[in-house]
T-cell receptor, first 116, second 107 residues
Framework: NAGVTQTPKFQVLKTGQSMTLQCAQDMNHEYMSWYRQDPGMGLRLIHYSVGAGITDQGEVPNGYNVSRSTTEDFPLRLLSAAPSQTSVYFC???????????????FGNGTRLTVT | QQPVQSPQAVILREGEDAVINCSSSKALYSVHWYRQKHGEAPVFLMILLKGGEQKGHEKISASFNEKKQQSSLYLTASQLSYSGTYFCGSGNTPLVFGKGTRLSVIA
């Protein structure tokens, strides 16, 4: 199994450009989520999904959109990139939302995004 | 509301012990612990459920006091490989993390 796959690994954008960070998992996990990691700020939740067709906002959702059309995929869209979105982005999934308190998160390897 | 971790950073010599604390203002169903090495993704260590249970992973153990909404991670006889940033997460939906504790083990 590949686990959680994120693409691309690195990306440089100019202010105002748009792009989509891809996330796919092959573990049939119900729960998927996106975090951003900045120095000294830990892992902050952007958006999450408890199943196909269901998404919700996390701690820092502004400037980002998500959709969950299939169980496997959970892309993160930046509509108009800003320098404040320079960060490392992690996608993570876990088995069951009903037992999320007892299901470990599996992380992808991350995408390092720079917005100039 | 992010869980609050302390200390923010700690430096240990090999063989020394350390404790990392995590507290939440919200009721917790459980607490998650993860470790992240530099340049890598966080890796799951353990989950603690209600009931004050303790768990162990190698020489790393943890406790959870749901009444106080606190958890502690205990690193015993630390090794160089323990270096990294440790995160606690609230075991609710969605899972949110503390800001992390940077642990450096030196020879």
């Amino acid at each position: 199994n590949a686990g959680v796959t994120q693409t691309p690994k690195f990306q440089v954008l100019k202010t105002g450009q748009s792009m989509t960070l891809q996330c796919a998992q092959d573990m049939n996990h119900e729960y998927m989520s996106w975090y951003r990691q900045d120095p000294g700020m830990g892992l902050r939740l952007i958006h999450y999904s408890v199943g196909a067709g269901i998404t919700d906002q996390g701690e820092v959702p502004n400037g980002y959109n998500v959709s969950r059309s299939t169980t496997e995929d959970f892309p993160l869209r930046l509509l108009s990139a800003a320098p404040s979105q320079t960060s490392v982005y992690f996608c993570a999934s876990s088995y069951s939302i009903r037992k999320s308190y007892n299901s470990p998160l599996h992380f992808g390897n991350g995408t390092r995004l720079t917005v100039t | 509301q992010q869980p609050v971790q302390s200390p923010q950073a700690v430096i240990l010599r090999e063989g020394e012990d350390a404790v990392i604390n995590c507290s939440s203002s919200k009721a917790l169903y459980s607490v998650h612990w993860y470790r992240q090495k530099h340049g890598e993704a966080p890796v799951f260590l353990m989950i603690l459920l209600k009931g004050g249970e303790q768990k162990g992973h190698e020489k790393i153990s943890a406790s959870f006091n749901e009444k106080k909404q606190q958890s502690s991670l205990y690193l015993t006889a630390s090794q160089l490989s323990y270096s990294g940033t440790y995160f606690c997460g609230s075991g609710n939906t969605p899972l949110v993390f503390g800001k992390g504790t940077r642990l450096s083990v030196i020879a």
